[in-house]
């Protein structure tokens, strides 16, 4: 059944359903059910042939030929502007951007912005992909962003988005408690267009885009049969797509929460988006001309 969002002035064009991660896990979950639910899909990987190799197999399977591939990485805000300058090449509106690519790396590693890896890629070029995108997005259109239940066992620190003290499991956490705060901001601002942004909490999957495999092997086998997969982690996200509520949180077939009452802390809210904005307006659309 074509929703609103499959309605486009013109010829056949589909507006694109984007899906960031999307080889690995839920991101190949994610895919393949947009797929097979006929939706133009394009894989955002920073694995261009792994993405290719997908692609083609998703269209043979599903018999869905409106799979394309790009490259997005997002090691750094250039490497995310000039995705957006091909993705505005393809001259194509998009239905749904949905943010699941994440990074929980082993040791601390500075981006070439001057950001721990992780926190560059889980926040800082996750807001900026998103406030790019933005404008190509079909009014009624969604903004999906993954967070992580591992956002309720820490704070932000002063100094965020720096880093002074790192354990992956903590700059993961803070990463994602950044993004589901900022996610306020976001709804506010962009529901003027009708787009709504969300976030989705997967929970903990047996796999994932997280590169927790050494962890996961020293788990017991007897609480690792428990661990939900991947097909069970994207149900928030495709209740998230048909909802048009906007500023909430989803988990599970049936939880959804209100992010703002997410918010502790206003003081710390408003330093936050002050200084994910002041570090990311020189890289706002800066290839739209």
Not at 113 to 129: A, C, I, K, M, P
Not at 250 to 273: H, W, Y
Request: aromatic letters at 6%; charged letters at 20%; proline letters at 4%.
């Amino acid at each position: 059944m074509m929703t609103d969002n499959d309605k486009v002035p013109g010829a056949d064009v589909k507006p694109l359903y984007i899906v960031t991660g999307s080889t690995d896990s839920m991101g190949s979950v994610i895919t393949r059910k947009l797929a097979e639910q006929g939706k133009a899909v394009l894989l955002a990987s920073r694995d261009i042939q792994k993405a290719e190799n997908y692609a083609a197999q998703l269209r043979s399977v599903t018999r869905n030929k409106d799979i394309t591939c790009l490259q997005l990485d997002l090691n750094s805000f250039d490497l995310v502007n000039d995705f957006v300058k091909r993705l505005r090449a393809l001259n194509r509106p998009v239905a749904a951007l949905i943010n699941n690519a994440g990074l929980l790396p082993r040791r601390s590693e500075i981006s070439v912005d001057g950001f721990e890896h992780s926190v560059q890629v889980n926040y800082l070029s996750t807001v900026l992909l998103s406030m790019q995108v933005y404008p190509l997005i079909l009014e009624g259109g969604h903004i999906i962003l993954s967070t992580s239940v591992s956002r309720r066992l820490v704070s932000l620190p002063y100094e965020f988005p720096a880093v002074s003290h790192f354990t992956p499991w903590g700059a993961y956490a803070q990463s994602k408690l950044a993004l589901t705060l900022f996610s306020i901001y976001m709804s506010s601002v962009m529901k003027t267009r009708r787009v709504s942004v969300n976030c989705v909490n997967p929970g903990l999957l047996k796999s994932g885009a997280l590169a927790m495999s050494r962890w996961m092997d020293r788990v017991p086998d007897y609480l690792s049969r428990n661990i939900p997969s991947p097909e069970a982690g994207v149900v928030p996200t495709f209740r998230a797509l048909e909802s048009k509520d906007t500023g909430y949180l989803f988990s599970g077939a049936d939880k959804q929460v209100k992010t703002s009452t997410m918010l502790k802390n206003r003081e710390m809210f408003i330093r936050v988006c002050n200084d994910t904005m002041r570090i990311l307006k020189e890289h706002l659309d800066t290839d739209k001309k």
